[in-house]
């Protein structure tokens, strides 16, 4: 069972990047997906989920409206794209797979190894 993200980098203020988790192992339409950030001595914070059945999302007050998730269940892969980042948006990004829908990070098994997104001018 292995989740791997991809799309990360360096953006300038008000770019856009969007991040990829593509599973392996096992299928994503059985879980719920949800993305996750942690910038240098922050807590984790929950950005976005998305469910396994009706396609029902959420959003982090910080990111709504910018972040969009999506899934993409033939290609077994989960997108964000990310509009009009900010330098508050740089962390690293980990995307995790969960039975419930949450934005609680800890109700999620299986967790990717992190994406860098650093948004800076």
């Known amino acids: 069972v292995q989740l791997v993200e991809s799309g990360g980098g360096l953006v300038q203020p008000g770019g856009s990047l969007r991040l990829s988790c593509a599973a392996s192992?096992?299928?994503?339409?059985?879980?719920?997906i949800g993305w996750f950030r942690q910038a240098p001595g922050k807590e984790r914070e929950g950005v976005s989920c998305i469910s396994s059945s009706d396609g029902s999302t959420y959003y982090a007050d910080s990111v709504k409206g910018r972040f969009t998730i999506s899934r993409d269940n033939a290609e077994n892969t989960v997108y964000l794209q990310m509009n009009s980042l900010k330098p508050e948006d740089t962390a690293v990004y980990y995307c995790?797979?969960?039975?419930?829908?949450?934005?609680?990070?800890?109700?999620?098994?299986?967790w990717g190894q992190g994406t860098q997104v650093t948004v800076s001018s």
């Open positions: 192992g096992f299928t994503l339409d059985d879980y719920a």
């Open positions: 995790a797979a969960a039975l419930i829908l949450s934005l609680v990070g800890d109700e999620y098994d299986y």
